[in-house]
């Protein structure tokens, strides 16, 4: 009862197109490769990575060559018992050196640094995600939007059709005297609102497709009806224990606190000591005259130890783990807004899909009406008012219908984003 109940609520959905039509899951495949949001995030967590092999680097030797090479020309005059004297000299000095440093205890800056930048690492990720979600429900809701517009623009220009076919008619029966000008009037009156109506849908209809293709990244093209809604969970409580575990927003808000706990770490090893080795080996050449040369090697221990810095150390580490019970603060925040969401999103799905079933019955207690009121219309018991109020309420049922049709399938999707569970391969379909 429940499948079938789903397949009715989905019905103006699911009519028939062309077979080339584009589905929603080509417009998600599309928006995910092309998005220059999506695509910013994605080059973020590239930029993440390449701190966190900096952060590496720093546990590794580093190595360095100098060198020089010059040309010195000098003159001297000095009295000796012969005389004055002038000696004249060249140089040529040349020196070459390289060092090697191998830093041992950093006061565990380095581990610091290390799972501050697996933190930046996993915050990116999760802010991918996040945008990634985001950009997968904009792309649901702008394809549902442009087959909902699309589907209201037909159904208004077939009441213009209807319209003006009774008000033809209308004015047959008054030339033959079986109604009045006011009737005519009547008719006229409607059918100048429902053009006005189709202008305005129309209109929204191109403001739809302008979003789709700001999402997507080109236009629609025959938007093939949606099959399915997607698979949420099936209870409230279910939604709120996955939304927990995997949304986004908790997740990158969790390793914001590593990151804080990290940096404090980072700060903690200025009051701690450095010990480092340096290795260096050189040598100095002359070319004269008399050529010398010089060559050498040492290996030297490094120690430091800060002393006294007028207390800025402490207060950096004093702020760093402020920082941290700030960071927890936000997850907590987080936490719950992503609950509250969740509830919501869940009660909005429950709300559209009762919509959707009352919709679907309007349409077809409006459909009766009309056929009523076209017949006793025919036997002299209701006016031409009667008829055109008939019809009007049927035309804003098989509105409101679909629009509700799309509401239901975008509250689906909008529940699996409140609970962190919207990706490109759920959306899809693709494992």
């Known amino acids: 009862m429940k499948r079938l109940l789903a397949s009715l609520a989905l019905a103006p959905l699911m009519a028939p197109f062309p077979a080339m039509a584009d589905t929603l899951e080509d417009a998600l495949v599309a928006a995910h490769r092309h998005n220059p949001n999506l695509e910013e995030a994605r080059l973020a967590v590239g930029a993440a990575r390449e701190g966190r092999l900096q952060a590496r680097a720093a546990y590794l030797p580093s190595l360095g060559v100098t060198g020089t090479y010059g040309v010195t020309d000098s003159e001297s005059d000095t009295d000796g018992i012969f005389g004055p004297q002038t000696i004249e000299s060249q140089l040529e000095p040349t020196t070459a050196s390289a060092q090697l440093t191998q830093q041992l205890f950093t006061g565990w800056r380095r581990q610091g640094q290390s799972r501050l930048a697996n933190a930046n690492v996993a915050t990116a990720s999760e802010d991918l995600r996040s945008r990634e979600q985001d950009v997968l429900l904009a792309a649901v809701d702008s394809y549902l939007g442009v087959l909902r517009d699309t589907e209201i623009v037909r159904l208004r220009e077939e009441h213009v059709t209807g319209l003006e076919r009774l008000l033809a008619g209308t004015r047959r029966r008054l030339e033959v005297g079986e109604v009045s000008r006011t009737d005519v009037a009547q008719a006229q009156t409607r059918l100048a609102g429902a053009r006005a109506s189709l202008a305005r849908s129309r209109a929204d209809l191109d403001t739809s497709v302008a979003r789709y ?21 099936h209870t409230l409580s279910e939604a709120i224990r996955f939304a927990e575990n995997s949304h986004p927003d908790l997740g990158r808000a969790r390793s914001e606190e590593r990151a804080a706990r990290a940096q404090v770490t980072i700060e903690r090893a200025a009051l701690l000591p450095q010990v480092s080795v340096i290795g260096r080996a050189e040598e100095n050449q002359d070319f004269s005259v008399s050529e010398s040369r010089r060559e050498g090697t040492s290996a030297v221990a490094q120690f430091s130890m800060p002393l006294f810095d007028g207390g800025y150390a402490w207060s950096r580490t004093r702020q760093g783990r402020i920082n941290v019970d700030r960071a927890e603060a936000r997850t907590e925040a987080r936490r719950r807004d992503v609950v509250a969401t969740v509830n919501s999103a869940w009660s909005n799905l429950i709300a559209s899909r009762d919509i959707l079933t009352a919709a679907n019955e309007q349409v077809e207690s409006s459909q009766i009406a009309v056929e009523g009121a076209e017949r006793e219309r025919g036997l002299g018991l209701r006016s031409t008012l009667d008829v055109l109020d008939a019809q009007e309420e049927a035309r804003n049922a098989l509105i409101a219908r679909a629009r509700a049709s799309a509401d239901a399938v975008l509250a689906s999707y909008a529940l699996m984003e409140a609970t962190g569970a919207l990706t490109i391969d759920k959306a899809t379909g693709v494992d």
Not at 214 to 227: C, Q, Y
Request: proline residues 19%.
């Open 213 to 233: 293709i700001a999402i997507v990244g080109r236009a629609p093209d025959h938007l093939a009806p949606v099959a399915a809604s997607p698979q949420t969970p």
